[in-house]
């Protein structure tokens, strides 16, 4: 079993930053990919962001590319999320994943853990 506990959410003005940390408690010896999502409301969940297990190779959604980056710590179990220049099209409930796989990918069907979101509201 992992539990996965998302934080850093919050209020942001358009143009802003934020820090997204997903920490891993548990079974955190065996190979996960990690992965982010996003759900505003009314849309479907979307993949943001994910770091694999193995070579920590990493993939962007083509909507956060150049202003996202992720960041996996090993040695502390948290991985995180970066996000630049934030639009209120980025709006929505953030959620962090864990995937019994190697290489990552952004379809949430790869995922067996789940934490419980973080909220994150960009607005003026």
């Known amino acids: 079993q992992l539990q996965l506990v998302e934080s850093g959410g919050g209020l942001v003005q358009p143009g802003g930053s934020l820090r997204l940390s997903c920490a891993a408690s548990?079974?955190?010896?065996?190979?996960?990919?990690i992965g982010w999502f996003r759900q505003a409301p009314g849309k479907e969940r979307e993949g943001v962001s994910c770091?694999?297990?193995?070579?920590?190779?990493?993939f962007y959604g083509d909507s956060v590319k150049g202003r996202f980056t992720i960041s996996r710590d090993k040695s502390k179990n948290i991985v995180y999320l970066q996000m630049n220049s934030l639009r209120p099209e980025d709006t929505a409930v953030y959620y962090c994943?864990?995937?019994?796989?190697?290489?990552?990918?952004?379809?949430?069907?790869?995922?067996?853990?789940w934490g419980q979101g973080t909220p994150v509201t960009v607005s003026s």
């Open positions: 548990g079974d955190t010896q065996g190979h996960y990919a």
């Open positions: 770091v694999s297990s193995g070579d920590d190779s990493r």
């Open positions: 994943a864990a995937g019994f796989r190697e290489l990552c990918l952004l379809y949430a069907s790869t995922y067996h853990y």
